[in-house]
């Protein structure tokens, strides 16, 4: 279903490259698939594709028809990959401008993903004069920034319908048998939904965490979960064939050799979100020990007038991987104008998706001719299907690219420190004497 082109990586690197990686590719995909390296109690989305909870995930397709059926709006409160890998696969099959274009289905708002006032504001005064639900996504229910937005909106929703009336639109995804948010959900009789406790935010995407917002968005998660299966089965088989193996190898490859950043570039502006999924994915899976490529992202054509100069002449630290859709959703023709003024007539007639292809494939040889090593990654069209293989294409690369640089793909010990600063700079119970120490270094 996928294609992968490493013609443009190979002369950056020596001959037989590939056969260099071939071991640690090797233990690497044991540990992944058979759970033998660090951080096995988390693999469970390996095999999610073929073994999730089918009563479950029938519950979440009549919970999602009820919301469309009901709500003009449903606020998805969450934060990283709880509400990252929803966003990324709504918007990537329908639009950037979801909201606005959206035919039949409830307005989408995300909340709990920061600490804007202006931005909450800003979506509760679309809420007003409309039916609305909240899907809050949490497996403790004590995370900052979920959990405020999550308490200013139940009350906004229980002033609106009363306890009752808003209990039956609060849908809670959390842990199955702790938490404060699974304890309120059981006292207030919500509809739950499970946050695997063998599944890490970043790769929960195919759980309830994402397909419950998805599905309200009209989205056909079978097909989605389909086309994660059919990848499945085709990176469970080891060896050089395997296109998850060949995209960690390049990328550890180019690493040792002195790249340090990654750059993820789409053509489609409604493939932005999928880029900011694939930067957690990565960046905590790998960035850990002094160690990772540095994920970042760019929207083409746009940022070929802002990032393109450095990109093409700034310090050679980069590569960059392209996901290309070979199909678009539309057809446009470029009218001829008799004046010409553009100078633009030799495009007369010809369709956006035949200047959109020549423009990628003329940025990729200027890159490649300026030190930028490229992966191109085509993908056959924006369909559910598709959309599901490239998402666990990318998980399961994360995967053996993590065991191959030697960390542990699936913890993220460096996001406590922020954490505990910021509770103990708002005043949270326990954290007194740190707090009292970061003051007095702000104060200096």
């Given at each position: 279903?996928?294609?992968l ?6 002369p950056?690197l ?6 260099g ?5 090797e233990k690497a ?7 033998t ?12 594709p073929a073994?999730?909870?089918?009563e479950e ?8 028809e ?14 990283g ?15 950037n ?42 497996k ?7 959990a405020?937005?999550f308490?200013i909106?139940?009350a906004?929703?229980e002033?609106k ?6 209990r ?13 948010l699974?304890g309120?959900?059981?006292?207030e009789g919500?509809?739950e ?5 063998n ?7 195919l ?12 989205i ?8 994660a ?8 088989k ?5 296109m ?6 390049a990328?550890h ?11 993820l ?7 932005r ?27 083409f ?8 100069q ?7 630290v ?8 070979d199909?678009?959703?539309?057809a446009?023709t ?6 010409n ?12 998706a ?5 423009a ?6 200027a ?10 990654i ?9 959309l599901?293989a ?18 542990n793909?699936?913890d993220?010990?460096?996001?406590e ?16 004497s ?5 003051e007095k270094?702000?104060?200096?």
């Amino acid at each position: 279903m996928l294609h992968l082109d490493l013609s443009n990586v190979t002369p950056f690197l020596p001959s037989g490259w590939r056969t260099g990686e071939e071991k640690g590719l090797e233990k690497a995909h044991d540990h992944v698939l058979n759970g033998t390296g660090a951080g096995s109690d988390f693999l469970g989305w390996v095999r999610l594709p073929a073994d999730y909870d089918k009563e479950e995930f029938a519950r979440i397709q009549k919970a999602a028809e009820k919301i469309r059926s009901d709500s003009k709006a449903l606020v998805v409160i969450g934060i990283g990959g709880s509400y990252l890998g929803a966003r990324a696969v709504i918007e990537t099959l329908t639009s950037n401008n979801y909201n606005l274009t959206r035919k039949g289905g409830p307005a989408i708002y995300f909340a709990g993903n920061g600490l804007s006032a202006d931005g909450m504001n800003e979506v509760i005064e679309q809420l007003k004069d409309i039916d609305w639900s909240i899907n809050v996504i949490s497996k403790s229910g004590t995370t900052t920034e979920p959990a405020v937005a999550f308490r200013i909106f139940k009350a906004l929703l229980e002033e609106k319908y009363g306890k009752d009336g808003a209990r039956g639109r609060i849908y809670a995804t959390t842990d199955a048998k702790r938490g404060a948010l699974k304890g309120l959900a059981d006292k207030e009789g919500y509809e739950e939904f499970v946050v695997p406790d063998n599944v890490g935010g970043r790769f929960s995407v195919l759980t309830a965490v994402g397909l419950l917002p998805i599905a309200a968005a009209g989205i056909d998660i079978e097909e989605l979960m389909s086309g994660a299966r059919e990848e499945m089965e085709t990176l469970s088989k080891p060896g050089m064939d395997n296109m998850a193996w060949q995209y960690a190898a390049a990328r550890h490859a180019l690493y040792e050799s002195g790249k340090k950043v990654e750059i993820l570039a789409g053509y489609e502006p409604s493939f932005r979100f999928f880029a900011e999924w694939w930067k957690q994915l990565y960046g905590e899976s790998e960035g850990k020990e002094g160690k990772g490529l540095l994920p970042a992202s760019v929207e083409f054509t746009a940022d070929l007038h802002s990032m393109g100069q450095f990109i093409q002449q700034g310090e050679r630290v980069m590569l960059e991987t392209v996901v290309r859709f070979d199909k678009a959703h539309t057809a446009l023709t470029i009218p001829n104008d008799p004046e010409n003024v553009d100078g633009l007539n030799f495009l007369s007639g010809k369709s956006m998706a035949f200047v959109a292809e020549q423009a990628m494939r003329g940025t990729i040889l200027a890159h490649v001719d300026g030190g930028v090593p490229n992966i191109l990654i085509t993908v056959p069209q924006r369909s559910a299907k598709c959309l599901g293989a490239l998402i666990y294409f990318f998980e399961f690369a994360c995967g053996v690219s993590g065991y191959l640089l030697g960390v542990n793909p699936f913890d993220q010990p460096g996001v406590e420190a922020y954490k505990n600063n910021m509770y103990a700079l708002l005043g949270k119970p326990g954290y007194e004497s740190q707090k009292a120490a970061l003051e007095k270094r702000l104060e200096s």
